[in-house]
């Protein structure tokens, strides 16, 4: 795919006996009750969500009141280290306290085998912390990957994308909004009933989890006034070469054949940008079309463009960016063709009966598991009885999950062996920069004085160093990371540091 990309899921988070009050004391103790070895103090330089990639830094990021609820009552203000818990992990990844949810972000990764088998081990490390946690309280933590709670909170699972930074702004979000509006069809995770309504009825099923939560097309927010597409421009990077684009408006994906394939065909709609190549379409109301789409599951509906040509549905929206990729980026590499093989398949299945799809996407088969349950007591899709069952689709204990009993009776469609998500779980990619970070925090954690993703800094003999990694994203930092493998001391490291100009900066 010849980027790098990762995801951030914030995990919902349900401890027994305890209230929303104590959700985020609780969160903050599962990531600390995450097994070493790991660094703390993470490094915030270069990073500011309120630098917007079109060119200003708004002054305020918009709050969402209901997030109140949230707050310890009475409870001393924490320093955000504090609060963050920050715990970086040997295969690269970052666990850390999010507004009261868990979260996990994987390590940058270059090839979507290797984020799948992250995104999975991510599920293992948070539910073993999740474990040891209620094994010290004697209270059950039950942990959903998911991202609603069916009162009106709405968590992430945000996606980012390495990119660019020569591709005009506009034409990115042009690009993106009609993409994005029409995505869910294959990466939605399925969700009973409505929230925020304002189109009708309530009592259905749709397949985005997060669609009713969002009110603009673009901005840098992420709690509340949500856009579909984000502004946000952390690099974290070369900044006069690339951007990140970070994504919010995706789903939580149990599915690995999901994940892989919201992700790969992102990474191909970004590659036609950096082509050059002009959105194909423009959509009327891009916000209200991703709800409307999100809340019909025959795939029918239609929603209006902006230059007057006959509606459109989301099928046919995807259809003409598959159409695009399949003219220009064909044979460019192996995952690539997988990419495009599975986007046209999934698109063809859908169009003939989405139940054809329910061994390869979330919506669909949480729809096909709940749907005669449903019918046979007579309820709502909005019934709370409806809802807990949606949630326990999502439950990352293999024994509780609905999600989990379809696949261990070979239901659903899996992509990467139980061997690579255990070495995931400790092993960083070998491929990514993620690597030297990960090396630093199996070998060096005590030395280490701040972390990121864009850098280390460390003690040596009484001095500071920052090995600063934002040039490292090209596919050859793999020979550099094979270098540094070698590293047993920090003087090892210090002698590579010295020996690649520009790599090492005494502070």
Same mark, same amino acid.
């Given at each position: 795919?010849?980027?790098?990309? *990762?995801?951030?899921?914030?995990?919902?988070? $349900?401890?027994?006996?305890?209230?929303?009050?104590?959700?985020?004391?609780?969160?903050?103790?599962?990531?600390?009750?995450?097994?070493?070895?790991?660094?703390?103090? !993470?490094?915030?330089?270069?990073?500011?969500?309120?630098?917007?990639?079109?060119?200003?830094?708004?002054?305020?990021?918009?709050?969402?009141?209901?997030?109140?609820?949230?707050?310890?009552?009475?409870?001393?203000?924490?320093?955000?280290?504090?609060?963050?818990?920050?715990?970086?992990?040997?295969?690269?990844?970052?666990?850390?306290?999010?507004?009261? #949810?868990?979260?996990?972000?994987?390590?940058?990764?270059?090839?979507?085998?290797?984020?799948?088998?992250?995104?999975?081990?991510?599920?293992?490390?948070? &539910?073993?912390?999740?474990?040891?946690?209620?094994?010290? %309280?004697?209270?059950?933590?039950?942990?959903?990957?998911?991202?609603?709670?069916?009162?009106?909170?709405?968590?992430?699972?945000?996606?980012?994308?390495?990119?660019?930074?020569?591709?005009?702004?506009?034409?990115?979000?042009?690009?993106?909004?009609?993409?994005?509006?029409?995505?869910?069809?294959?990466?939605?995770?399925?969700?009973?009933? $409505?929230?925020?309504?304002?189109? *009708?009825?309530?009592? &259905?099923?749709?397949?985005?989890?997060?669609?009713?939560?969002?009110?603009?097309?673009?901005?840098?927010?992420?709690?509340?006034?949500?856009?579909?597409?984000?502004?946000?421009?952390?690099?974290?990077?070369?900044?006069?070469?690339?951007? @990140?684009?970070?994504?919010?408006?995706?789903?939580?994906?149990?599915?690995?054949?999901?994940?892989?394939?919201?992700?790969?065909?992102?990474?191909?709609?970004?590659?036609?940008?950096?082509?050059?190549?002009?959105?194909?379409?423009?959509?009327?109301?891009?916000?209200?079309?991703?709800?409307?789409?999100?809340?019909?599951?025959?795939?029918?509906?239609?929603?209006?463009?902006?230059?007057?040509?006959?509606?459109?549905?989301?099928?046919?929206? +995807?259809?003409?960016?598959?159409?695009?990729?399949?003219?220009?980026?064909?044979?460019?590499?192996?995952?690539?063709?997988?990419?495009?093989?599975? !986007? +046209?398949?999934?698109?063809?299945?859908?169009?003939?009966?989405?139940?054809?799809?329910?061994?390869?996407?979330? !919506?669909? =088969?949480?729809?096909?598991?709940?749907?005669?349950?449903?019918?046979?007591?007579?309820?709502?899709?909005?019934?709370? #009885?409806?809802?807990? &069952?949606?949630? =326990?689709?999502?439950?990352?204990?293999?024994?509780?999950?609905?999600?989990?009993?379809?696949?261990?009776?070979? +239901?659903?469609?899996?992509?990467?062996?139980?061997?690579?998500?255990?070495?995931?779980?400790?092993?960083?990619?070998?491929?990514?920069?993620?690597?030297?970070?990960?090396?630093?925090?199996?070998?060096?954690?005590?030395?280490?004085?701040?972390?990121?993703?864009?850098?280390?800094?460390?003690?040596?003999?009484?001095?500071?160093?920052?090995?600063?990694?934002?040039?490292?994203?090209?596919?050859?930092? @793999?020979?550099?990371?094979?270098?540094?493998? %070698?590293?047993?001391?920090?003087?090892?490291?210090?002698?590579? &540091?010295?020996?690649?100009?520009?790599?090492?900066?005494?502070?």
């Amino acid at each position: 795919m010849n980027r790098l990309f *990762g995801i951030e899921t914030e995990y919902g988070i $349900v401890v027994e006996g305890l209230n929303t009050g104590d959700w985020l004391t609780e969160s903050m103790a599962v990531v600390r009750s995450c097994e070493g070895p790991w660094v703390s103090g !993470w490094n915030y330089r270069g990073e500011d969500p309120r630098r917007d990639m079109r060119g200003f830094t708004v002054q305020n990021l918009s709050t969402n009141p209901d997030d109140a609820q949230f707050d310890p009552p009475g409870g001393p203000t924490m320093s955000r280290e504090e609060e963050r818990s920050d715990r970086v992990l040997p295969n690269g990844a970052r666990l850390y306290n999010d507004h009261g #949810h868990p979260e996990y972000s994987t390590p940058e990764c270059r090839s979507l085998w290797d984020l799948v088998a992250h995104d999975r081990a991510g599920e293992r490390i948070v &539910l073993a912390a999740a474990r040891r946690r209620a094994a010290e %309280t004697g209270r059950a933590v039950t942990i959903y990957k998911n991202n609603t709670d069916f009162h009106g909170a709405s968590y992430g699972t945000h996606e980012c994308y390495l990119m660019r930074r020569d591709v005009p702004t506009e034409t990115l979000i042009l690009m993106l909004l009609p993409f994005f509006a029409s995505r869910c069809i294959y990466a939605g995770a399925g969700k009973a009933g $409505v929230e925020n309504n304002g189109l *009708g009825r309530s009592d &259905l099923f749709q397949l985005s989890q997060r669609a009713d939560f969002f009110s603009v097309e673009a901005s840098v927010d992420t709690l509340h006034n949500r856009p579909l597409v984000n502004t946000r421009d952390e690099p974290h990077a070369t900044p006069r070469t690339y951007r @990140r684009l970070h994504v919010i408006c995706g789903d939580a994906n149990m599915s690995e054949y999901a994940t892989a394939l919201k992700v790969g065909t992102t990474c191909l709609v970004l590659s036609l940008l950096e082509q050059g190549r002009q959105p194909p379409l423009r959509l009327a109301n891009p916000v209200q079309a991703a709800k409307a789409i999100s809340r019909d599951i025959t795939l029918k509906r239609t929603v209006e463009r902006a230059d007057g040509k006959p509606p459109i549905t989301a099928l046919e929206i +995807q259809r003409l960016y598959l159409a695009e990729a399949q003219k220009y980026l064909q044979n460019s590499d192996e995952e690539t063709d997988w990419v495009l093989t599975e !986007w +046209q398949q999934i698109l063809d299945d859908l169009e003939k009966d989405p139940l054809m799809a329910a061994d390869r996407l979330d !919506w669909v =088969a949480k729809y096909q598991l709940l749907e005669p349950f449903r019918q046979a007591e007579g309820l709502k899709w909005n019934d709370p #009885h409806m809802q807990s &069952l949606d949630l =326990a689709y999502h439950n990352i204990d293999p024994e509780e999950g609905l999600y989990y009993g379809l696949e261990q009776a070979g +239901q659903m469609c899996t992509l990467v062996t139980e061997t690579r998500i255990q070495a995931a779980m400790s092993c960083p990619p070998i491929d990514t920069r993620a690597a030297l970070r990960g090396l630093f925090v199996q070998r060096f954690a005590s030395a280490v004085r701040s972390i990121g993703w864009n850098g280390v800094l460390f003690r040596y003999n009484d001095e500071d160093y920052l090995f600063d990694m934002n040039p490292l994203v090209e596919e050859n930092v @793999r020979l550099l990371n094979e270098e540094f493998a %070698t590293a047993r001391t920090l003087e090892d490291v210090i002698a590579l &540091l010295q020996s690649q100009p520009g790599a090492e900066e005494t502070v």
